[in-house]
């Protein structure tokens, strides 16, 4: 936590300044300088067109993932105040997600939630993750281009998702669905009231699809996470089948945003750099480093939000107890206090503890399954499809600020041969 004098009234934020400008396609299109300036202007910012503190620099994000609250969900009340007394029910599930709880309900959800995702659920996954990545190459190389986030880095996740859960693969669209809508409700500011009654429908439609995989789970018992989530226990304590419905939901939306934008957002990077895509091309055994650096330099979810727990002196800022903080994990990542040449790509970095995944007790549940998957699919994209290029010349993001993320990514390449 940097504690040095005041650098900013909290107040007088420069509006160009304010965490809304991710809205702006161009900043949201390289937020890297945007970062910078808060890091160097104001670290900890009182954004008053957020109405909540802005926190950048990777001792004072790291400080909060630590120590700040993560209740932070609106009960209906909240929700009424807000204007949306209709979302009620989706605060329902939330505020049985582990993403939303503190200790003890967080600690007891969360030791239950691992007891069934196991490291070695992950490993046994390995094989199947090989051909999934494989499959969808072999289903476009021939074509010598494809639409990666269509054709690779939505359908990836979504597959192995079904696969680790232990639902039919075929649902993986409908899965990839229900997490796009999910996700439009995380890491979003601008959220659209037209869209109330789509994430209602997808909430019903989503805790009524995973109910009937329960009942089918008793029925005919198979392998997957949520028969392990069922027959969890520990300490004599099992999960609530809510419970197993709103945290195999909080898995599995997760699970496909943030690895289809690692997807994305890491292969881009290293097309614009051709000497990096030539170096990890040409000595795979790099890969588990290249991975981290992907995910510190790209952060595929970029910020979080807290509440503060007591009053708080941070960056010389008072903090008052019950404040909202934005933690902006990808402004951390690219801290020169804590990172040396931020803004340079290396792939083989070795000091290199980012905040991609957050830290401390919400620590992604899946960053095991994640790394697993990028390990996987880049040596398979790099390897496979040569001469990579982008074909075209505009991109567009996602208007999600904080899973930040393209919405195409049209790419052309020659066919390479697969590995033995
Ligand atoms: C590149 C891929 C991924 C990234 C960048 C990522 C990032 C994150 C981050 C930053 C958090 C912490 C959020 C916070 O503290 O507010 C988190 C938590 C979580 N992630 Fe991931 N994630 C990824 C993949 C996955 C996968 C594959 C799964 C599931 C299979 C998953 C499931 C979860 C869950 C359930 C939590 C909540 C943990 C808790 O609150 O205790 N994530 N993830």
């Avoid at 700040?68 to 909240?78: E, G, I, Y």
């Avoid at 997600?97 to 046994?124: G, I, N, W, Y």
């Avoid at 690895?259 to 990077?269: D, E, R, S, V, W």
């Avoid at 019950?322 to 990542?333: D, F, I, K, P, T």
Wanted: hydrophobic share 45%.
């Amino acid at each position: 936590m940097t504690d040095q004098a005041p650098i900013k009234a909290a107040a007088a934020l420069d509006p160009s300044l304010s965490l809304f400008q991710l809205l702006e396609p161009a900043i949201h299109a390289d937020p890297f300088p945007f970062y910078k300036r808060l890091r160097e202007e104001a670290p900890v910012a009182w954004d008053p067109f957020m109405h909540t503190w802005v926190v950048t620099r990777y001792e004072d994000v790291h400080f909060v993932l630590k120590e700040f609250s993560a209740d932070r969900t609106p009960d209906v009340a909240k929700m009424e105040a807000l204007g949306l007394p209709s979302l009620g029910p989706v605060a329902d599930v939330m505020a049985k997600q582990m993403l939303f709880l503190d200790a003890p309900a967080h600690t007891r959800l969360r030791k239950l939630c691992m007891s069934a995702f196991t490291p070695r659920r992950v490993e046994a996954m390995e094989g199947k993750i090989h051909e999934i990545a494989h499959q969808l190459i072999d289903d476009h190389i021939g074509n010598g281009q494809m639409e990666l986030i269509a054709d690779f880095a939505e359908p990836f996740p979504a597959i192995v998702t079904a696969g680790l859960l232990g639902v039919p693969l075929d649902d993986h669209r409908q899965l990839k669905a229900w997490s796009a809508t999910f996700a439009e409700m995380l890491g979003n500011f601008q959220h659209n009231p037209d869209r109330i009654r789509d994430v209602l429908k997808c909430v019903a439609d989503m805790t009524g699809y995973f109910r009937d995989a329960v009942r089918e789970q008793e029925r005919n018992p198979h392998d997957g996470l949520i028969r392990s989530l069922m027959d969890a226990e520990v300490d004599g304590q099992r999960l609530s089948e809510d419970e197993v419905i709103a945290n195999t939901i909080v898995t599995m939306v997760g699970g496909q945003e943030t690895t289809t934008n690692l997807m994305g957002n890491g292969l881009l990077t290293l097309i614009r750099q051709p000497d990096k895509l030539a170096q990890l091309r040409d000595n795979p055994e790099i890969i588990a480093s290249a991975v981290e650096e992907l995910l510190r330099f790209e952060t595929p979810s970029q910020h979080t939000a807290r509440i503060c727990p007591a009053d708080t002196m941070m960056g010389g800022q008072l903090i008052r107890k019950g404040e909202a903080v934005m933690a902006v994990m990808a402004a951390g990542n690219r801290d020169p206090e804590r990172f040396a040449d931020p803004d340079t790509l290396d792939l083989t970095r070795t000091d290199n503890r980012h905040l991609a995944f957050g830290w401390a007790a919400h620590f992604c549940f899946g960053a095991a399954l994640a790394r697993m998957e990028a390990r996987i699919a880049f040596p398979a994209l790099v390897g496979r499809l040569q001469n990579l290029s982008v074909t075209s010349d505009i991109l567009e993001w996602r208007t999600n600020s904080g899973l930040r993320g393209l919405t195409a990514l049209p790419i052309a390449f020659r066919a390479g041969e697969r590995a033995a």
